[in-house]
């Protein structure tokens, strides 16, 4: 069987959250490995939402938000991007490989962005394979 | 221990066809805590409902899923419905099966599969849920209606009638919008300025109405029922508390301007109004055409003003108003055209654009109404161009609505004015409204010519100087045309004011990849914003005619009256707390939040959350180092659990 990857999605309700409803009022269809977690803005995002997910088994991880300068809350993204661009170092500092986490600016209008996004990030992490590197049966095996 | 209810929803076919909705019930009773799970046709339908309500009674639940549609359509009503049996109405997880499962997927065992992760994780989420209480606020009476077109004069009278008082403000001088700058409307041919004035006057009039013209919005504050919004009133040199509208100062004045209103066809004065039945009937400077302020000498003006009125020392001066909804208004523009230099405007003087056309055939225009061209000469030949940079991929790929429309009325009036031949190139007729396609009919009868092409090129006409000739090929006989005209019109595409990013980044509102802004739900809420208590209409939301403008708007007037007539309205209870007990006191919180809702008590040295301040975005709970700020609703906690649930499958 292919390896069908477990993907977290996080998107503020404003505008990726919008924006992947109306990928589905549109009914573009995308791979269906992108799970999605709704928060109201992508500043309530705590790094430790994504580290958990790749604890758990995640094999990639997918952050929306609204364009920089169009957030719903005025700063909250702008926030936001410099939290998620120092979550990705400490990511890539313990270990794991760059293209398994993604931040994108994804407004209520674009949902064909959202069904192209999810697509193309699944391919990737397709190719990737099966994440290993914070795991945590994987990482208590190694202990 | 929790006892939770799932409800899966069918939605017809809708979710039922991609999804294996019995085998996702019996996953659901399997999971912890859920004590009864299941499926039915239409959840959101009275039975529906009702099932939901005898099953919290029967069952004792105290939490309820409901695997359905997107929390965007339903959450309010099935919040209602839990509430209304008894239960605290933040209980409820939504978990969105159609618009992100369904909808999305094709294969059914993909589809069954996605929705079992989400539901797992929505039953992990919906274990720790907490009942929250609502926030019950006053509510401001005002609206604002930002846009002094015909949207916003209608939505301004509506609301004024109703008793309620309305800020109507305008960035230019004068209300009216475009519809005043048009001569004839279609179908019916009548006066716009004749329709329009009445009203342009009545909004003048009326006592529940303030008219903020020559202002614009700098700050919005505040939240639905009580919005607080700081208007920059714009320098206009010269005072209206005691101009008296005589006048005499804009015919003395030297200085000359382009008339915005002729679509610069002409000069105007510096001091001006910009039309003659202008409200209000007072003048303003334009700084950029007064010689006093080019040259540092003239004021004659302030010479002949018997009320001393002018005032060159005049300041922009901000005003705070206090209203509890809002009703954004602000139009729309028409492409520039010069880019697409096949076309020629700007390059040869008888390529006019549609409002350029407009005003040639007013009696109040740059011609008094008589059609010529820019030499003073009478067209012989007129072609008019649908379709410019609208329905094109290369630019705008919308349809302006009105083009089609507008152009006939056009070819109408060209051939009551003058003796021309008139020309229509066009991709397809689009006569869909009341009466259009009537109209259409008249005036294939007015013995206007059909061709049926979108118009390659004009080029300057070798044979004779001073012509132009109109390419295309005629597509219902696959010929090519090469026309000579005099006069060729434009009907570009309509798109958004180039302020509209501004403008909904001052009211938060999205806007679709054009700037045109975006409506809450493209059907069931099309005025109605992300924002709650900012509404739309008109234009600024895409391309429409004026019965279509003027039926928004009293929809729109109709929205925030259900806003505004209430004393009171419920918040949404998900705010930010602060746990005293571990807050550091690094006041991180205090530096981050937009709206200043949290603040640092000196005394007790933490950190206090003014829940009337709080919009609940989360930003504080993500940078509080001791993790002392709980987002309601969003807990950290909740967080994870519905992370941990969906990596579980």
């Given at each position: 069987m292919s390896f069908e990857p477990k993907i977290l999605g996080i998107a503020c309700n404003w505008c990726t959250y919008t924006g992947a409803d109306l990928a589905g009022t549109t009914r573009l269809h995308y791979p269906p490995n992108v799970r999605v977690v709704r928060v109201m803005c992508s500043s309530r995002i705590n790094p430790s939402f994504i580290f958990r997910a790749f604890q758990l088994g995640a094999d990639g991880v997918l952050v929306g938000g609204c364009h920089p300068g169009d957030c719903h809350y005025n700063t909250g993204n702008l926030y936001a991007r410099r939290r998620l661009a120092v979550t990705k170092k400490i990511l890539e500092f313990a270990g794991l490989e760059p293209g398994r986490f993604r931040v994108e600016w994804i407004s209520a209008s674009e949902g064909n962005k959202f069904a192209e996004v999810v697509q193309e990030f699944t391919a990737q992490i397709k190719e990737l394979g099966p994440q290993q590197k914070l795991k945590i049966d994987e990482l208590q095996e190694k202990a | 221990m929790s006892r939770i209810g799932v409800f899966v929803c069918h939605c017809g076919l809708n979710i039922a066809k991609t999804i294996r909705v019995s085998e996702l019930a019996e996953f659901a009773s399997t999971l912890p805590d859920v004590v009864v799970a299941r499926d039915y046709r239409f959840m959101c339908s009275t039975p529906g409902q009702e099932m939901i309500a005898n099953d919290i009674k029967e069952h004792r639940l105290d939490r309820v899923i409901v695997t359905a549609c997107s929390p965007l359509m339903h959450e309010h009503t099935f919040r209602k419905v839990i509430e209304k049996a008894g239960l605290n109405q933040y209980m409820l997880t939504i978990v969105n099966i159609r618009e992100q499962v369904s909808w999305v997927t094709s294969d059914i065992e993909e589809g069954t599969a996605k929705a079992k992760a989400l539901l797992n994780g929505a039953v992990y989420r919906a274990r720790l849920l907490a009942p929250l209480s609502s926030r019950v606020i006053d509510v401001n009476s005002g609206v604002m209606i930002v846009g002094g077109g015909i949207a916003g004069i209608q939505a301004a009278l509506e609301l004024a009638n109703t008793g309620k008082k309305v800020y109507l403000v305008e960035k230019n001088s004068t209300i009216g919008g475009h519809m005043a700058q048009f001569d004839k409307t279609f179908p019916t041919l009548d006066c716009s300025a004749c329709i329009l004035t009445p009203k342009m006057d009545a909004v003048l009039q009326h006592p529940n109405i303030t008219l903020m013209t020559y202002c614009e919005i700098s700050e919005v504050k505040g939240f639905v029922g009580n919005f607080d919004i700081k208007v920059r009133q714009k320098a206009r040199y010269v005072n209206h508390d005691k101009c008296n509208a005589c006048l005499a100062c804009t015919e003395k004045c030297p200085g000359k301007g382009i008339s915005e209103w002729d679509e610069g066809l002409v000069k105007r004065k510096a001091i001006h109004i910009p039309f003659p039945q202008a409200v209000p009937q007072?003048?303003?400077?334009?700084?950029?055409?007064?010689?006093?302020?080019?040259?540092?000498?003239?004021?004659?003006?302030?010479?002949?003003?018997?009320?001393?009125?002018?005032?060159?020392?005049?300041?922009?001066?901000?005003?705070?108003?206090?209203?509890?909804?809002?009703?954004?208004?602000?139009?729309?523009?028409?492409?520039?055209?010069?880019?697409?230099?096949?076309?020629?405007?700007?390059?040869?003087?008888?390529?006019?654009?549609?409002?350029?056309?407009?005003?040639?055939?007013?009696?109040?225009?740059?011609?008094?109404?008589?059609?010529?061209?820019?030499?003073?000469?009478?067209?012989?030949?007129?072609?008019?161009?649908?379709?410019?940079?609208?329905?094109?991929?290369?630019?705008?790929?919308?349809?302006?609505?009105?083009?089609?429309?507008?152009?006939?009325?056009?070819?109408?009036?060209?051939?009551?004015?003058?003796?021309?031949?008139?020309?229509?190139?066009y991709i397809d007729i689009r006569a869909a409204g009341k009466g259009y396609e009537e109209f259409y009919n008249r005036i294939i009868e007015e013995d206007v010519k059909f061709i049926r092409g979108k118009v390659a090129r004009v080029a300057e006409s070798s044979d004779e100087p001073g012509r132009l000739i109109v390419e295309a090929e005629d597509t219902i006989t696959g010929k090519f045309v090469q026309l000579p005209v005099d006069m060729v019109v434009l009907s570009p595409a309509m798109i958004p004011r180039e302020d509209s990013k501004e403008v909904g980044r001052l009211f938060n509102l999205s806007t679709d990849k054009h700037g045109f802004f975006m409506e809450r739900h493209p059907k069931l809420a099309p005025l109605s914003t992300m924002s709650e208590g900012i509404f739309i209409a008109g234009t600024c939301q895409s391309p429409k005619d004026i019965p279509d403008t003027v039926a928004q708007a009293n929809g729109a007037a109709a929205e925030a009256l259900t806003i505004v007539s209430r004393e009171k309205m419920e918040l949404e209870a998900t705010t930010a707390m602060v746990n005293p007990a571990s807050c550091c006191g690094c006041q991180n919180c205090v530096r981050v939040c937009p709206y200043g809702a949290p603040l640092f008590n000196y005394e007790k040295g933490v950190s206090e959350i003014n829940e009337a301040l709080c919009k609940g975005c989360g930003l504080c709970a993500s940078v509080c180092p001791t993790s002392a700020i709980i987002a309601r609703h969003f807990t950290n906690e909740q967080v994870l659990a519905e992370i941990e649930g969906l990596m579980e499958f």
């Open positions: - | 007072k003048p303003v400077i334009d700084r950029d055409a007064c010689t006093y302020f080019l040259k540092g000498k003239c004021r004659l003006c302030e010479k002949v003003c018997e009320q001393k009125a002018i005032d060159f020392e005049q300041q922009d001066t901000f005003i705070d108003v206090k209203v509890g909804a809002v009703i954004v208004a602000t139009g729309y523009n028409l492409m520039d055209t010069s880019p697409l230099v096949q076309y020629g405007y700007g390059k040869y003087p008888g390529v006019y654009s549609a409002l350029e056309a407009e005003r040639l055939f007013n009696s109040a225009g740059p011609t008094s109404g008589k059609v010529t061209l820019r030499d003073g000469k009478e067209p012989q030949a007129i072609a008019i161009l649908h379709c410019i940079g609208s329905r094109d991929k290369n630019n705008y790929e919308h349809c302006s609505r009105v083009c089609c429309m507008y152009s006939l009325k056009f070819a109408h009036l060209f051939k009551e004015k003058t003796s021309a031949d008139v020309y229509q190139f």
